[in-house]
């Protein structure tokens, strides 16, 4: 035993009659309850356990207990929640109010025992594992990174409905609880004290005896400060209408249904799904029935997909060699050495390195926020002018500009230098494996891995298998991806692979109706309506007009005659964004839009079609193994609308209607 | 000598970079992991496999006064590799070389990171010795009228600072600052200001050579660059050691006033060693130590002495640890190859050739019958020295190692000595051979 664990008395016949709860009392009284779900690794609230918990605090409040403390047995964590695969697999609305009422009915019981209640959180308290916790009187945080807090339903389409929009805001007040509610963000032990979401953020060592103290001590709850009372009081109604605004912004309610369904509830209903009237749009009812809460269901389901195509090999990188440091290559390196690898980067001369260290401080000083952390962060990231990390690196990937002859001598160099059983890799868009691999002994060690522009918010790479790549390779890339944590895709080598061969023919036609005098404001405001993130003439000024060109050239052949509108605008050294110039003029980084005229189905549909044709036949030629996979690729790697669901899954139910 | 093999396996050192009178972008730790991630990188084992990292450093900052330990962990050497840091003023950085030689031999140790660090841009500055006590009572003070009356008893000039690096760079026992006691060797021997600002003036000459012909970026060393680029948090590049004057002329040093005995005096700034910031490191490894991780040695440490002397005369230092090597091997001042005589004050290293050719001071402190002789210039401190490039204490000691053994290299030469002298009254000599 730990030796800080309280001493208890045995309570095995207690523990006995539950599978997943270990129950202990301490000498001064105070019963740990520990939650170890049975034959999992993660802690969810799937039907048994919520059941048994539910019985569990009927025996509890039977003993008269001094007070309770909950906690994980659970390395992975505190408790993830409810059982996704319970609610995927609900038949029914009713199946799905049946999942509702359990919780929302055993959360109130626990809010209601007589005796104090402390939840112990090490690790994620996602959803139904945070709502436990505000059932709970106090809370107590331990302060490590995987300490986290979130109410990531509304990004499931469905709201937390165990209690969450109601004891939330009453305890954090009306703005942090929104912004969790409305945005599934998570928040760290520290934030979480800052906010008042738990009482103590404390480091490991002392976390028993925290929430011993709080238990023994039950100090008197916090009341909220006097603005977040007037805004959960009088004010109720404008705050709600001011968050309405916000989320408009972000997503459309005929789209995304969830997050006005959830300020609806807080609003009208203080937090309880059973109370608003079947057919309101804040109603569980409603919303489980809605099409875009299955379709998110979906792409959740993708994502774990994804995730799992990873786990095919064991193969685990220390170091990582990147050559090239562009935009592309740096950021590939500071993504590596912020997931723990040391990373070496290379390029031609250190004036080149500057600026890739610049990007990369300036990355982790935004996204890791201890400072020593940080620190440790740049110094795993080592520039690396004579490429000596090719020898060490577990991983090297190739990220220069798109020369065919180049990339065949660095390859040639890079195999020669490289360890027996380093994965060799290319971020090469546009060329082929078969070509790069020409001057290689051994062209089964390349494989593509291929990354999308901006590198540290893209979750999609591409793992490109070339003809001749060694099956493995491809497996143990997959796996490297997972360890920097992004979702790996398997694609042919094939040109644009899956991402950029969909996206080449919807931007060509994109071009072609501004060619016919649509304009600019008009295609994207379409493009937004129909639930793209960002128009493709927004996306073509962001990638940059000169990229386009580049990549429309490769993907429809040299002789393919391109649009006149980038034609145009490139002899103007018009490039887009970056330049302050391309169909939109920038000013301070902010594109400057005219009126949009009025967008028809009509233009939807023209605007799209070219998009679905082309991700069919991604699907046909096996570009990727099958139409699922094509989805998952499509919405992570260009943000295809997620509540249709995916290109393929679209096309199905359009069929279907 | 030593008790067995002593090996260089390679070394690394990042640009030397002037203060220039406020806070530089770099931390000791900063600039000491940056120039060893480098030096690891293109060695052929990983840093947990090393078996201790020794950092000498004259002044580490209060946040990380064991920075050998504090770099070693920055290094990614691993929770298990002990690491510590040595201090011998000047000699710091030669001071951690000899201390892993001195574990290698006694079989404690078989693969060392040893070399030196200072950040002097980053040298504190301290509350004065009346403030402290004026604060203490201030603490002390109960009541409020207690505390009016300390408050009434405060002046302003408390307030002045003490500057840390001028107390460092004082010696706490004669009371001179280091540039006085370099006087005493231009007044002894009689080095005029021309003659000190001549060999200045060379100092920037060789240096600049050395910078054009890439000398310090690995020519001549197979590749193996000697001083390596840093980068800061803004992305800003370090590649040179930037205190060189390439235009550097008598006519230019001539205008600068003596600084350290003002107005009377011959030491100025120009012929004095630059206050910088800079880090340099070597591996070095036992015959044990090359077998285990197939190293390629490219040069011996084959002998170290220390010596101590008259703190009013410390910059003779080298005489007085060079020659005991010399006299055990039975060489000549001309018989080695390379010198690096570590450039504290033009001064001071003209002091140690004029002392070397003196009667009087060999047969009185050197015990010679006579003296030495003149040592050829030509072999000295060809890459400039601590004039041009500067001279952050804790540094100095590794970077005159690793660099008479790639100037033995570059040269064909066999043997070398670099030598230093230490604020205190000592001095420590290093017999290097290339292999």
């Known amino acids: ?657 | 000598m030593t008790t067995k093999p002593i090996y260089i396996i390679d070394g690394a050192r990042t640009p030397f970079l002037k203060a220039k009178g406020k806070p530089g972008p770099f931390m000791a730790s900063d600039l000491a992991t940056q120039a060893g991630r480098a030096l690891l990188n293109r060695l052929p084992f990983a840093p947990t496999d090393l078996d201790e990292v020794i950092l000498g450093a004259a002044s580490p900052s209060a946040d990380e006064v064991n920075i050998g330990r504090v770099v070693a962990l920055r290094l990614g050497a691993g929770q298990h590799v002990p690491g510590w840091t040595v201090m011998r003023n000047c000699a710091s950085g030669m001071q951690a070389l000899d201390s892993a030689i001195a574990n290698m031999e006694a079989g404690r140790a078989n693969l060392v990171l040893a070399g030196g660090v200072d950040a002097l841009s980053r040298a504190p500055l301290l509350f004065s010795e009346t403030m402290v006590h004026w604060l203490a009572n201030f603490y002390a003070a109960k009541t409020s009228g207690q505390k009016a009356a300390v408050l009434a008893r405060f002046k302003l000039a408390n307030l002045a600072p003490v500057i840390g690096i001028m107390k460092g760079l004082t010696d706490p026992n004669v009371g001179l600052i280091m540039g006085q006691t370099a006087e005493n060797l231009a007044w002894r021997f009689g080095i005029s200001r021309e003659q000190q600002d001549e060999f200045a003036v060379r100092s920037h000459q060789r240096l600049t050579r050395a910078q054009e012909q890439g000398v310090l970026d690995g020519n001549g060393t197979g590749g193996h660059a000697e001083v390596v680029p840093v980068f800061d948090d803004r992305g800003h590049l370090y590649a040179l050691d930037d205190g060189v004057r390439r235009d550097s002329s008598m006519q230019g040093l001539a205008k600068l006033k003596p600084f350290f005995d003002k107005k009377y005096g011959t030491v100025t700034a120009g012929n004095s060693s630059q206050v910088t910031d800079g880090a340099a490191w070597l591996v070095l490894a036992t015959e044990e130590g090359v077998k285990r991780h197939g190293l390629a040695p490219v040069g011996r440490i084959v002998d170290s002495q220390w010596a101590g002397l008259d703190p009013t005369q410390m910059g003779l230092g080298p005489v007085h640890a060079s020659t005991p090597i010399l006299a055990r091997h039975g060489l000549g001042l001309n018989d080695l190859d390379a010198w690096e005589i570590n450039e504290a004050f033009a001064a001071q290293v003209l002091g140690c050739l004029a002392a070397w050719k003196d009667p009087g001071y060999s047969e009185e402190h050197l015990g010679l019958d006579k003296p030495l002789g003149e040592l050829d210039t030509e072999k000295l401190n060809i890459d400039g020295g601590a004039i041009a490039l500067g001279h952050p204490v804790g540094a100095s000691g590794a970077r005159i190692v690793l660099h008479t053994l790639n100037v033995l290299r570059r040269t064909g030469g066999k043997r070398g000595i670099a030598t230093i002298c230490i604020g205190g009254g000592q001095g420590g000599a290093m017999l290097v051979e290339a292999l």
Request: proline share 7%.
């Open chain 1, 1 to 657: 035993m730990h030796p800080a664990e309280p001493i208890f008395k045995g309570d095995a016949a207690m523990s006995a009659k539950y599978k997943h709860f270990r129950l202990e009392t301490d000498r001064d009284g105070l019963v740990w309850v520990t939650m170890d779900k049975q034959g999992a690794s993660t802690n969810t609230f799937s039907k048994d356990v919520m059941e048994e918990l539910s019985a569990l605090i009927d025996d509890l409040v039977a003993m008269k207990p001094r007070a309770m403390i909950l906690r994980s047995g659970k390395d992975s964590g505190f408790i993830a929640g409810a059982d996704v695969e319970e609610f995927k697999a609900a038949r029914s609305v009713d199946d799905a109010l049946a999942i509702v009422r359990r919780g929302w009915d055993t959360f109130n019981k626990l809010a209601a025992v007589p005796f104090p209640t402390v939840a112990l959180v090490r690790g994620f308290a996602m959803g139904g594992g945070l709502e436990v916790t505000l059932a709970c009187k106090y809370r107590i945080a331990v302060d490590e990174p995987a300490t986290r807090f979130a109410l990531p339903e509304v990004m499931l389409g469905i709201l937390p409905g165990w209690g969450g929009v109601m004891r939330l805001p009453r305890l954090v007040g009306p703005t942090a609880a929104l912004d969790i509610m409305l945005t599934g963000k998570t928040v760290d032990a520290r934030k979480a004290k800052r906010i008042g979401l738990v009482d103590a953020a404390v480091p490991p060592r002392v976390m028993e005896n925290a929430a011993r103290m709080m238990a023994l001590e039950a100090p008197p709850q916090k009341k909220l400060p006097l603005k977040e009372r007037m805004m959960a009081g009088p004010l109720k109604g404008m705050v709600a209408n001011m968050a309405r605004k916000q989320v408009a912004k972000r997503a459309r309610p005929e789209h995304y249904p969830a997050p006005y369904a959830i300020l609806d509830l807080w609003q009208k209903y203080d937090g309880d799904p059973f109370a608003p009237p079947a057919g309101s749009a804040a109603s569980m009812a409603t919303l489980a029935s809605h099409p875009t809460t299955a379709n998110l269901i979906r792409v959740f389901a993708l994502q774990e997909r994804l995730k799992s195509l990873g786990k095919e090999s064991d193969f685990t990188a220390k170091h990582v060699h990147v050559i090239g440091a562009g935009v592309m290559g740096g950021d590939i390196a500071t993504v590596c050495a912020m997931r723990g690898l040391t990373v070496t980067l290379q390029d031609q001369n250190a004036e080149r390195l500057a600026p890739a260290v610049k990007r990369a401080h300036d990355l982790v000083r935004k996204r890791v926020k201890d400072k020593y952390r940080a620190r440790d962060t740049m110094d795993r990231l080592i520039p690396d002018v004579a490429g000596d990390g090719i020898r060490r690196a577990d991983v090297i990937i190739e990220a220069i500009f798109e020369n065919l002859e180049v990339k065949q001598n660095l390859f040639a160099e890079v195999e020669a230098k490289a360890k027996p059983t380093a994965i060799l890799a290319t971020n090469t868009s546009s060329l082929k494996l078969a070509d790069i691999s020409k001057k290689m002994k051994d062209p089964a060690r390349l494989v593509g891995i291929h990354f999308f522009n901006p590198v540290p918010q893209m979750m999609l790479v591409e793992i490109v298998k070339g003809d001749a790549t060694r099956p493995e390779l491809a497996k143990d890339a997959a796996a490297f991806v997972r360890q920097i944590d992004k979702l790996p895709l398997p694609v042919k080598d094939a040109p644009g692979f899956l991402v950029n061969r969909v996206l080449g023919p919807y931007m060509a036609n994109a071009f072609r109706l501004i060619d016919e005098g649509i304009a600019p404001e008009t295609l994207d405001k379409a493009a937004e309506q129909f639930g793209m993130p960002m128009g493709p003439i927004a996306l073509a000024d962001t990638v940059g007009l000169d990229i386009c060109a580049a990549a429309g050239k490769s993907l429809a052949g040299a002789d393919a005659k391109p649009p006149a509108c980038l034609v145009k605008r490139l002899e103007a050294n018009k490039l887009g964004k970056k330049s302050g110039e391309g169909f939109y003029r920038y000013e301070k980084g902010k594109a400057v839009k005219g009126q949009a005229g009025p967008v028809t189905d009509d233009l939807i549909e023209r605007l799209i079609a070219p998009y679905l044709a082309e991700a069919r036949k991604t699907v046909d030629e096996k570009i990727v193994a099958d139409a699922e996979l094509a989805d998952g690729g499509l919405i992570f790697g260009t943000g295809f609308a997620p509540f249709r669901g995916g290109p393929m899954h679209y096309l199905a139910e359009r069929g279907r209607a």
